[in-house]
């Protein structure tokens, strides 16, 4: 427990859904495995938890609660689809080859989605 406590001292009492259940998971298994399935280094799961973290959370909190909390998102081409699962889609939007036809559907749809903080690159 020694991760939540460490989180509910640094935020004052007010964790963040989000940051309390990564407290949680960091507890469960460990920072490296914590990290390792939120996609982050160790260390910023820790400077994440003691609220010390210096670049936004945006793109740590999206991470969690599509790894850890599996949230879901209403896609405009797919209707609803985990987050992790948008998440892949946004990846594979970087490294677009038209191998489908959902594919292409799919580089549309995420360029022009508001959940798509890198739309329109």
Same mark, same amino acid.
């Given at each position: 427990? /020694?991760?939540? #406590? ?9 964790? *963040? ?19 390792? #399935? ?6 910023? /799961? $820790?400077?994440? /938890? ?5 670049? *936004? ?16 998102? /209403?896609? *405009? ?7 992790? #699962? ?12 038209? $191998? =489908?036809?959902?594919? $292409? ?8 989605? *508001? ?5 329109? =690159?």
């Amino acid at each position: 427990m /020694i991760h939540v #406590q460490n989180a509910t001292v640094a935020w004052d009492g007010e964790l *963040p859904d989000w940051v309390r259940v990564l407290a949680e998971r960091a507890d469960e298994l460990g920072l490296k495995k914590t990290a390792a #399935q939120v996609g982050y280094s160790a260390a910023t /799961i $820790t400077y994440v /938890i003691r609220k010390k973290y210096k670049a *936004p959370l945006d793109s740590v909190e999206t991470r969690v609660r599509a790894t850890l909390m599996a949230a879901t998102v /209403i896609c *405009p081409a797919l209707g609803e689809l985990s987050l992790a #699962q948008c998440l892949d889609w946004r990846e594979k939007e970087k490294d677009f080859q038209a $191998t =489908s036809g959902l594919r $292409t559907r799919m580089l549309a749809a995420c360029r022009h989605c *508001p959940m798509n903080a890198t739309k329109g =690159s």
